[in-house]
Nanobody
Framework: QVQLVESGGGLVQAGGSLRLSCAASGSILSMDAMGWYRQAPGKQRELVAA???????NYADSVKGRITISRGNAKNTVYLQMNSLKPEDTDVYYC??????????????WGQGTQVTVSS
């Protein structure tokens, strides 16, 4: 059974940085696409950033220029480097993965979520 394990969330002041990490365990198969979504209470989950195995990336307009997604050297790992954080970036961030990604909708596997809180 595949599990996505996230780490790196926490509390940071506005303008600060955080790095989220996600690693998939329980699978020897490569994930075609991995990414991060975020969700605030009462709102829909939204894609923050995603990356495919070939290196193509997709970012939400609200985070472009501040957040960078990358895949690690270890198979099925992904990182989210978040700089210049704003209070509106406060959310629960979820790692997601897709075995065969024909689009930017990642739905096969989900992590438990990690809280990111940005204070003003």
């Amino acid at each position: 059974q595949v599990q996505l394990v996230e780490s790196g969330g926490g509390l940071v002041q506005a303008g600060g940085s955080l790095r989220l990490s996600c690693a998939a365990s329980g699978s020897i198969l490569s994930m075609d696409a991995m990414g991060w979504y975020r969700q605030a209470p009462g709102k829909q989950r939204e894609l923050v950033a995603a990356i495919k195995s070939g290196g193509n990336t997709n970012y939400a307009d609200s985070v472009k220029g501040r957040i960078t997604i990358s895949r690690g050297n270890a198979k099925n790992t992904v990182y989210l480097q978040m700089n210049s954080l704003k209070p509106e970036d406060t959310d629960v961030y979820y790692c997601a993965a897709e075995r065969y990604a024909s689009s930017w909708n990642l739905n096969d596997y989900w992590g438990q979520g990690t809280q990111v809180t940005v204070s003003s």
